[in-house]
């Protein structure tokens, strides 16, 4: 059973960095594409940047793009989200899924795209 759990997530001011994890256990990180995605209090789920199973192709939303960068690491079963310049806005909980059917280059910002998913870590970002 392939399992992801997120870390990282804590409490900062605006301006500060932060990196989160999502470490994938029971399965190979290698065979999967991964995504993460955000969900603020009272909003719907939001895509926020993904990563290619085969040649590290990556997307960004625009909320994001030049402050969020996402990596993988197979060695290590783990995909990573660092996040600079965080503001109040980027305030949520942040969940990592993965997707195993696409091709190599394959990427989704399609949530039911995903087939795992983790519990989520909370980013709160105070001004």
């Known amino acids: 059973q392939v399992q992801l759990v997120e870390s990282g997530g804590t409490l900062v001011q605006a301006g500060d960095s932060l990196r989160l994890s999502c470490t994938v256990s029971g399965g190979t990180l290698s065979s999967f594409a991964v995504g993460w995605f955000r969900q603020a209090p009272g909003k719907e789920r939001e895509f926020v940047a993904a990563?290619?199973?085969?040649?590290?192709?990556?997307y960004y939303a625009d909320s994001v793009k030049g402050r969020l960068t996402i990596s993988r690491d197979n060695a290590a079963n783990t995909v990573y989200l660092q996040m600079n310049s965080l503001n109040p806005e980027d305030t949520a909980m942040y969940y990592c899924?993965?997707?195993?059917?696409?091709?190599?280059?394959?990427?989704?910002?399609?949530?039911?795209?995903?087939?795992?998913w983790g519990q989520g870590t909370q980013v709160t970002v105070s001004s």
């Open positions: 899924a993965a997707e195993g059917r696409g091709a190599g280059n394959f990427i989704t910002t399609v949530a039911s795209r995903y087939e795992y």
């Open positions: 990563v290619s199973r085969l040649y590290d192709k990556t």
